[in-house]
Nanobody
Framework: QVQFVESGGDLVQPGGSLTLSCVVSGYIFSAFGMTWYRQVPGKERELVASIDSTGYRKDYADSVKGRFTISRNNRMSTVTLQMNSLKPEDAAVYFC????????WGQGTQVTVSS
């Protein structure tokens, strides 16, 4: 069964950095693109960054361009989100999912940006 396990969230000061990881199981990882989303209470889930199955094509939300980098390791079935120059508005629960999204979601990982 499809499973996404996110980790790496933490409390960080504005301007700081974090690396989020997502371990995937239950399907052929290398056959699907992957997406990182984030959600804050009371708001819809927001697409942050996506990467195609090969790792060559990457797309980012305007709000994170130049600060976040998505990557993947098809051997390890993992997708990573490197986040730099974090802002308070980046605080959210971050989730990963495949493209197109599975109905199964992980528990997410909490990112808090505060001084």
């Amino acid at each position: 069964q499809v499973q996404f396990v996110e980790s790496g969230g933490d409390l960080v000061q504005p301007g700081g950095s974090l690396t989020l990881s997502c371990v995937v199981s239950g399907y052929i990882f290398s056959a699907f693109g992957m997406t990182w989303y984030r959600q804050v209470p009371g708001k819809e889930r927001e697409l942050v960054a996506s990467i195609d199955s090969t790792g060559y094509r990457k797309d980012y939300a305007d709000s994170v361009k130049g600060r976040f980098t998505i990557s993947r390791n098809n051997r390890m079935s993992t997708v990573t989100l490197q986040m730099n120059s974090l802002k308070p508005e980046d605080a959210a629960v971050y989730f990963c999912n495949r493209q197109p999204a599975s109905s199964t979601w992980g528990q997410g990982t909490q990112v808090t940006v505060s001084s």
